[in-house]
């Protein structure tokens, strides 16, 4: 018996021995990732460092902030033929994915010299309209069965990997309202998270921030495990998938001017706000001031990614009332289907190309200091 042990020990060893240069192989060409996001207290950290080190703005703390933008079309394609030629560019009539893409990420090194660290995008868009009650379009990278389709995840994944190159934060949202009745009941809801949860940690991506639903408090939700009472239930079955001991950072946002609810604030990694509706400060100090009462708070970082007021020569608006409470803020601009304006609506031109986009990034770069 004793012998037969060692034998079996013998078998063991050169199974693993003869496997080792093919392990060695593997780990070789396994991309190796340039950026990680990291959170301390109520500050982010890239790459171990805190954000905007050491940076101060009209005496409020910049340092560990992530001022970002909301970019949820730059993987955006619409499998309605329908209504697939809303989107065509005015240059050559028609709607293309890819052009989009490149875009983009032509645009981002310019975004990140004016300090900009981070952008929202999602797998299941936005709006293409920016605001919209009907939404026929199918702009939907998940499948009715949970399942991820191929060419949308291709185009993420040159999103995020270029974001890795330049130091910069990807928020990855999985639903939106207007697409989130194409999944056809909860238990696929349930697979979309797992299968997206799981795509971003075998890619071994680090710069990600996870955003299980857009604005969780809208009404149009269809499944009930995307809406306030439940969504936690979602953020802890993301946070409880891991690869060699590491998970992603999960959070999910809320409507304009609501405060995070406590099962949410429970769960969270960090809590993601919004500003839209009326145009008053009063209420963004509001809806911080609450989220942080909440029975469940603990220090974590608090963001506003998505914002449709400017104002940014004017000492008191949206921007400057987030950033005096020491949360990011997030430049939500809608814009029209033309390639003249706005970040929201395809064909969308990813420049700095009009005075609304120049006056944001030149008050950001004033903010950051870079």
């Known amino acids: 018996m004793r012998n037969r042990a060692l034998t079996l020990k013998r078998r063991t060893f050169l199974k693993w021995a003869g496997a080792a240069p093919m ?31 050491g940076r101060s703005y009209q005496g409020w703390k910049i340092e560990g902030l992530l001022m970002n933008v909301r970019a949820v079309q730059a993987t955006f394609d619409d499998l309605n033929p329908e209504t697939r030629g809303r989107w065509a560019y005015p240059d050559t009539g028609k709607w293309d994915p890819d052009r989009n ?3 983009f990420l032509a645009a981002l090194p310019e975004w990140k010299r004016h300090g900009i660290l981070a952008f929202t995008v999602n797998l299941q868009g936005g709006s293409p309209e920016g605001y919209s009650k009907a939404q026929p379009w199918e702009t939907t990278g998940i499948d009715a069965e949970g399942g991820l389709r191929p060419a949308y995840m291709a185009r993420m994944a040159q999103v995020i990997e270029r974001a890795d190159e330049l130091g910069m934060v990807a928020i990855v949202g999985y639903f939106y309202f207007g697409q989130d009745q194409r999944v056809k009941d909860e238990t696929a809801v349930r697979r979309a998270v797992t299968n997206a949860t799981g795509w971003l940690l075998d890619r071994g991506y680090r710069n990600v921030l996870v955003e299980i639903d857009n604005e969780t408090n809208v009404g149009a939700y269809d499944h009930s495990i995307l809406k306030p009472d439940r969504v936690h239930e979602l953020i802890e079955l993301a946070k409880g998938i891991e690869r060699g001991g590491t998970r992603m950072l999960v959070g999910t946002s809320y409507g304009g001017g609501t405060p995070a609810g406590a099962n949410v604030v429970k769960v969270s990694d960090f809590l993601l706000l919004h500003g839209n509706g009326p145009d008053d400060p009063a209420r963004i100090h509001k809806m911080i001031q609450t ?16 914002d449709d007021h400017f104002r940014f020569g004017d000492p008191d608006n949206h921007m400057m009332a987030t950033l005096s409470e020491y949360v990011s803020w997030g430049y939500f601009d809608p814009g029209k289907s033309d390639y003249s304006d706005g970040y929201q609506c395809p064909p969308v031109n990813w420049g700095i190309n009009t005075e609304r986009k ?12 870079l």
């Open 23 to 53: 392990i060695a192989a593997i780990a070789a060409a396994a991309p190796r990732r340039r950026t990680e996001v990291s959170i301390r207290g109520e500050q982010f950290y890239i790459n171990g460092k805190p954000t905007y080190a």
């Open 101 to 103: 893409v490149r875009e």
């Open 291 to 306: 989220s942080r009462h909440t029975s469940t708070w603990r220090p974590m970082p608090v963001l506003v990614n998505e």
């Open 358 to 369: 120049r006056q944001f990034f030149s008050k950001l770069k004033e903010v950051t200091g």
